[in-house]
């Protein structure tokens, strides 16, 4: 019988401390968190435009406002500014965070392909293979559900600045699930096409 005191028998308390290596997780995460104090104190507050990298992105050209390369106070979001030149369109990605845009400049649309997924032992993943059209233009606000595959398409004959604004933390609890289908036209070069 059971002591009514304690819920785990005897040979469960011995094994609580036995046969495991030692580590010091704990006190390593104490150290950890003081350095990335003092460290934060050194990062930046304003990011000056001539501070923001250009990059040939697959889904094309980018400039980051905020990345987590950069050494910037910001730890939860990217933020990066899309050039998309007249009548171009991006490439086709897809990621498990939501996505949020603000167009500066240009008018088009967004081409959403609705994701379906179902979990039994693995997830199982189906997207629509006809898109949601979102028209858009300057001041607009554009919104893209968790792993909706998108492409963004300017229509106008002036290039499209948009900005793009991306969360950190489905990456950090272990979703790092991005994909881009397809890169913009000519950015082939810097395409990495998904594993599946």
């Not at 609580?16 to 507050?45: C, D, I």
């Not at 905020?66 to 030149?85: G, L």
Request: proline fraction near 5%; include cysteine.
């Amino acid at each position: 019988m059971r002591d009514p005191v304690t819920f785990a028998d005897s040979v469960e308390r011995q094994r609580a401390r036995e046969g495991a290596p030692e580590v010091n997780f704990y006190q390593e995460a104490l150290k950890a968190s003081q350095e990335f104090r003092r460290e934060y104190k050194e990062r930046m507050n304003v990011v000056k435009w001539n501070e923001m990298p250009m990059e040939r992105s697959a889904d094309g050209l980018i400039k980051h406002i905020i990345n987590e390369r950069m050494n910037t106070k910001e730890c939860c979001i990217d933020i990066y500014m899309q050039f998309i030149a007249a009548n171009e369109a991006t490439g086709t990605s897809r990621h498990l965070t939501e996505e949020v845009a603000f167009v500066i400049e240009g008018t088009g649309h967004d081409l959403h392909y609705d994701v379906h997924f179902d979990c039994k032992d693995e997830f199982v993943w189906q997207w629509d293979t006809k898109p949601k059209t979102f028209e858009w233009g300057p001041g607009d606000f554009i919104y893209i559900p968790p792993y909706v595959a998108h492409k963004r398409v300017n229509t106008s004959n002036v290039e499209a600045r948009v900005v793009v604004c991306n969360s950190r933390i489905m990456k950090a609890i272990g979703l790092d699930w991005f994909d881009q289908l397809e890169p913009a036209k000519g950015f082939e070069d810097v395409w990495v096409p998904p594993a599946d």
